[in-house]
């Protein structure tokens, strides 16, 4: 990243940090944030105050250029400053991670049709990929996809379930992925329509979305031929276009969460006494602290690796699992010492540690299990061996 760059990603973060501390944070305890993510009422709030502000989708520029992914992770570890934070400047997932691959590969009239509500912040977006595991659909392995898509004349019709369809309801565009004969395919679907139907939102461990995590059934969805993403059977590959990426923002915004949280268990420590002395001072606590600043500046070189991995032009799919791995697994070990140093208090909603806690346990899972890509890094690393030999 130029020197530029970096002068314009962090002068768009400073703004972006600012309006998060000051405006968004004392909405963490309205009623309207809900057990299956915060209300549309809610951000349709946020978003106008941040449109004010100047700081509404700032990772996308005036002339539809996006931030590099370096820029965009200073930006994003100050949206995730606030669990409302990356909703309310629009940076939150899934809706940045399709704004993202829409960017790339929408033609100019999918763009205006279903790109550019995403961007205004007007309409939030799902990504319909991950399928019931009790019918043996699609999860980690996409390769199992069971939806189907079928060509009828000018249209497709496309039938199957979907499961954890973060943001289903209340969303306004679908990308849905089915398995049509020349492989699996992207379909852009303007929501809601009668065809895709919410069968019930899951009550998950984590909170902040909107709409939850949704099973949805697609019964008969007809859509036109212009609205097939790229190419048929390119599916695969879009989706691996998005999620690599889609896997270091979520890294960059839950990082911020856990720079909030340290902030405030370490204010807790230093204020808090027990046995004669800030509980601070005690090495118990002092030293978990400590490896809290640890965790935190290594999670952000990692970021920041990748991120420079991606702008160089690589798709960087080895270098975003081991940074999802890396990441989430040290921002769960900070968000748990966080708990830990603040004892009762820390399991309570009056602060946003215990949400952080819950946020970032679920972020171990979504985007790939630990366990998933430590087992693709492993095919990666027998193939590497096996051409040196």
């Not at 920041?304 to 991606?310: E, F, K, P, Q």
Request: glycine share 10%.
């Amino acid at each position: 990243m130029s020197v530029h760059d970096a002068a314009r990603g962090a002068a768009i973060a400073a703004k972006v940090e600012a309006f998060v501390r000051e405006v968004v944070v004392p909405y963490e305890q309205d009623p309207r944030r809900g057990a299956h993510g915060p209300s549309d009422a809610l951000i349709a709030e946020l978003r106008g105050k941040a449109k004010a502000a100047g700081v509404l989708t700032p990772h996308i520029l005036a002339d539809g250029a996006h931030l590099s992914h370096r820029e965009t992770a200073q930006v994003l570890r100050a949206a995730g400053l606030s669990t409302l934070g990356p909703q309310a400047v629009n940076v939150a997932a899934p809706d940045e991670g399709n704004m993202y691959l829409l960017g790339k590969v929408a033609s100019t009239e999918q763009r205006a049709r279903f790109l550019e509500p995403l961007v205004t912040g007007t309409a939030r977006s799902a990504f319909f990929m991950t399928e019931p595991a009790a019918e043996g659909g699609a999860g980690s392995d996409p390769s199992m996809l069971m939806t189907t898509a079928r060509q009828d004349g000018n249209h497709w019709i496309i039938d199957g379930r979907k499961a954890f369809i973060t943001g289903a309801e209340g969303a306004r565009v679908g990308i849905v992925m089915a398995k049509a004969e020349a492989g699996a395919t992207l379909f852009l679907v303007d929501l809601p329509d009668p065809a895709v139907r919410i069968e019930r939102v899951l009550d998950t461990i984590d909170s902040s979305m909107p709409g939850g995590h949704a099973v949805v059934a697609i019964e008969d969805l007809r859509v036109s031929a212009d609205q097939v993403l790229g190419q048929p059977g390119e599916g695969f590959k879009l989706a691996q276009m998005r999620l690599a990426p889609a896997r270091l923002t979520h890294c960059m915004r839950w990082l911020g969460a856990c720079v909030r949280a340290n902030e405030i268990a370490t204010a807790y420590a230093v204020k808090r006494h027990a046995f004669g002395k800030p509980l601070i001072d005690h090495e118990g606590v002092g030293f978990m602290l400590a490896e809290n600043l640890i965790a935190l500046k290594q999670a952000e070189l990692m970021i920041d690796w990748c991120a420079d991995v991606l702008d160089g032009g690589s798709l960087g799919t080895a270098e975003s699992s081991m940074t999802k791995v890396a990441v989430s697994e040290a921002l769960m070990g900070i968000a748990d010492r966080c708990v830990q140093v603040m004892g009762g208090t820390g399991v309570t909603g009056d602060t946003i540690v215990e949400q952080v806690f819950r946020e970032v346990r679920a972020f171990r899972i979504y985007d790939g299990p630990t366990e998933v890509h430590k087992w693709s890094l492993a095919k990666k690393i027998k193939r590497d061996a096996a051409s040196q030999l």
